[in-house]
DNA sequence: AAAATAATGTGATGTATATCACATTATTCC
DNA sequence: GGAATAATGTGATATACATCACATTATTTT
């Protein structure tokens, strides 16, 4: 891999906009990208963490094991760093990746990327304020999936595919209805149930994977009020 | 307020290690001690977020206002740092604090605490260090409140009051029922049915706020498994 | 292309827990 | 210390959703 490589990659990230060419040689030096497709594990739960990913193409969902099922934690779409709470917070992670589009990530050893942190404090200021935003996002998500009637959180998530990772009207799911269920912690059947709930009150069109979101309002004002 | 003090409270805070004594003095003379009673908002949802918080002494609830009820984020005993995420993150606090005992807490101007964050790498490494354990307890906080029934939601926060907070078996709640609730997301009502369900079981012993632990290898049974 | 496997849809039934209603007991306040 | 207010307990009823059961349809695999 060539240094320049990795300095137009990682100039998408913010944090990485601080960092000098000599900094940007010494993460591209012990930097490997890997390509994934889709259904491809990316990290594990309770493995040894001992990369930061930066995501650089593609859609990934972040997983953890909860008492009852798998919980899915997010979705996270290129670019992105991933795994950074979980590996700067535990020798272990505390959840798995697993690619559900084709993906390309690069794995940045952690002890260069501790490294970077030391030695370039607006690197590490920028790492921390998006830190920050993550964790007063995940705030939101945990509320809204706690105290939110299964029909909002679906419109939630179906809103957030729409705007945030398709920036579409109509796409295609990149999860099956079980992986929908685990998303939105329900069963299966609740999901299949109220997709055509949805497509029936024409607030949707359902065609197997394929969503078309027909009333954006009103969908909404069902992920907002539960 | 001197600086002697200061740099006496702050050297509980394991990142406030690695600040220098000019550092310490930097920040303890932007630095402001207040005293809370029970039931004091310290900051509030919404408000301009300026400064970052050192609690001292006491015991304090997150509070984060929900689509259909406020939802107590979480609880968090002193020392420790509080609104880093809230106020590094966003102009405006994303939650509110209120002190459930008598409280005390020295306000950091974020300015000042920005500028040690850019001028000292090793201070800003554990900050960065704590936000990600933070993170990561806050995923399975969540996990285990969507997932868990209530009774073992329940369970779960009265091990956390016995273990964590008050590391006694017995203890008095800081809560009402109706905070409980808010807690474990659920109603006043069935906070209550549960207690007593739980006393009748001859797990717990309740005499109004009153709390006794007497078969804590169960209450972490419940706590696990739902 | 056939066979095997996985994903999906849909009815019937059960249950955890919300909600309403009201009685009872603590706390706070003047 | 009595009045007002807030906190708590407990029954009856309603409901969102899980779970089970099975039919149907896609998707892989060979």
Not at 16 to 28: H, T, V, Y
Not at 148 to 165: D, F, K, P
Not at 207 to 217: E, F, P, T, W
């Amino acid at each position: 891999m060539e240094n320049k490589n990795c300095s137009l990659c990682l100039f998408k990230s913010k944090a990485a906009k601080n960092l000098s060419d000599p900094e940007l040689k010494q993460m591209g030096n012990s930097c490997a990208e890997v390509v994934f497709r889709k259904g491809d594990t990316i990290f594990k739960e309770n493995a040894l963490s001992s990369n930061i990913i930066y995501l650089q193409k593609g859609l990934v969902k972040l997983l953890i094991e909860g008492p009852h099922q798998t919980q899915i934690l997010r979705l996270k779409k290129a670019p992105c760093y991933l795994g950074l709470p979980t590996t700067m917070g535990d020798k272990v992670n505390h959840y798995s990746a697993v690619a559900i589009e084709p993906t390309t990530a690069c794995f940045i050893d952690i002890n260069t990327f501790k490294n970077l942190l030391k030695i370039n404090p607006d690197f590490s200021f920028e790492i921390i304020t998006e830190l920050c935003r993550n964790e007063l996002e995940q705030f939101h998500r945990c509320v809204k999936l706690i105290q939110n009637q299964i029909y909002g959180r679906l419109a939630n998530h179906l809103l957030n595919l729409s705007t945030e990772v398709y920036e579409s009207t109509e796409f295609k799911l990149p999860l099956t209805r079980n992986e929908i269920a685990d998303l939105v912690c329900t069963s299966r059947e609740t999901v299949s149930r109220l997709l055509s709930d949805l497509s029936k009150e024409k607030i949707i069109q359902v065609d197997g994977k394929q969503v078309r979101i027909l009333n954006q309002a009103l969908l909404e004002k069902i992920s907002d009020k539960g």
